[in-house]
């Protein structure tokens, strides 16, 4: 089925609250910039520097104050815009996680493409996307995303799975304990690429490749079978954001490996400004990535993890975690050889991505 349709009746078309400060009603997000670009000037939403005394002027005609107010407005700016620097140049020690949070916002804002053919058109729709933990973490649940994205209304919802990073995608499948020197054929995301994204009754799955399949089907089939509204469906790669007909602010479901579910919730809509990165190839953008407590090895308490196991009798629990150097030194001899009965899998820190 085709993605969903935009419609003729303008006030649709406008976001309004279903539940004040929770989401809004759905809205078509490419009706929704067709009506911000017919009411607003091209000025509004150009990308090319305003003249300062232009500026000036138009703000004075807008909000309606003689020469002698905007002198003094402009004396209070200079002042504070002083007094923002000077607190912008005091050394405040911050973590390395704000550091790198610092790094992306001056190497993106306002930062414009080599190529023209890079530039973001002007009145394009840019979405903020939030990415939450799957449900089966708890702790982080409904408390935090686990990472934040800008994506353009020109951007397919491929586009955004492929953005989103996961620790159950990286995982590798079987069983090592007899060959740890064995190079694993694949990772989870390289064997199980089926997947799909729910937004407002329609499913949208991942057929990219032959190995995909439509994992929507059992739900569909399920809810027809006890009389719920029918479901329909599309595909991933030929939806465009800008396609959608969304709620901001409410959550939807993004589902990959058979049952690692994450909310999505679209926080923003917007159009595009001169202050945003404008280079097409840096998107999609993270602009918040949550920190996660690495898990150490159960022994040495200071490298990452890299193995657990289970049966093992060297053990002091079960399952255990262990780093590559601390796993080998205890499960096998000098030539290699396993020692004793044990199973081991190999492991990998969700504090990858920090």
């Not at 934040?148 to 590798?172: F, K, N, P, Y």
């Not at 064997?191 to 009754?201: I, N």
């Not at 093992?312 to 050889?337: I, T």
Request: aromatic share 12%.
């Amino acid at each position: 089925m085709a993605a969903c349709k935009p419609s003729t009746d303008p006030n649709i078309n406008i976001p309004d609250y279903e539940y004040v400060d929770v989401n809004t009603k759905a809205f078509h997000i490419g009706s929704f910039r067709s009506e911000w670009l017919s009411r607003l000037r091209p000025s509004s939403f150009s990308f090319r520097p305003q003249d300062e005394d232009e500026f000036a002027a138009q703000f004075a005609e807008e909000m309606r104050v003689g020469p002698e107010i905007m002198a003094d407005l402009k004396t209070i700016c200079r002042q504070r815009r002083k007094r923002q620097d000077y607190r912008a140049s005091l050394k405040i020690n911050k973590n390395r996680h704000d550091l790198y949070a610092d790094e992306l916002e001056r190497l993106t804002v306002g930062r414009k493409p080599e190529e023209v053919a890079d530039m973001i058109p002007e009145g394009e729709v840019l979405l903020t996307i939030n990415v939450y933990y799957p449900v089966l973490t708890e702790k982080f649940n409904y408390v935090r995303p686990h990472m934040t994205l800008l994506m353009t209304g020109s951007h397919s919802l491929a586009e955004l799975r492929d953005a989103i990073c996961c620790v159950s995608d990286l995982q590798v499948c079987g069983e090592f304990s007899n060959t740890p020197d064995m190079a694993p054929d694949f990772i989870s995301k390289d064997h199980f690429k089926s997947a799909f994204f729910f937004f407002e009754g329609v499913f949208y799955n991942d057929m990219r490749f032959p190995e995909c399949q439509d994992i929507s089907m059992t739900t569909i089939e399920w809810a027809k079978a006890h009389n719920f509204p029918p479901f329909s469906q599309a595909k991933m790669e030929d939806t465009l954001l800008v396609d959608l007909k969304v709620k901001v602010g409410f959550p939807y479901l993004y589902c990959h490996q058979g049952d690692c579910e994450h909310l999505v919730i679209i926080t923003d809509i917007r159009l595009t400004h001169k202050n945003d990165c404008l280079d097409k190839k840096l998107y999609p953008l993270v602009t918040h990535k949550h920190r996660v407590v690495t898990q150490k090895c159960a022994v040495c308490h200071v490298f990452i993890g890299r193995w657990f196991t289970t049966n093992d009798q060297f053990a002091p629990s079960d399952p255990c975690l262990f780093c590559d150097k601390c796993f080998r030194m205890l499960h096998y001899d000098a030539e290699g050889n396993k020692l004793g009965d044990f199973l081991a899998y190999p492991y990998v820190d969700r504090g990858a991505f920090n």
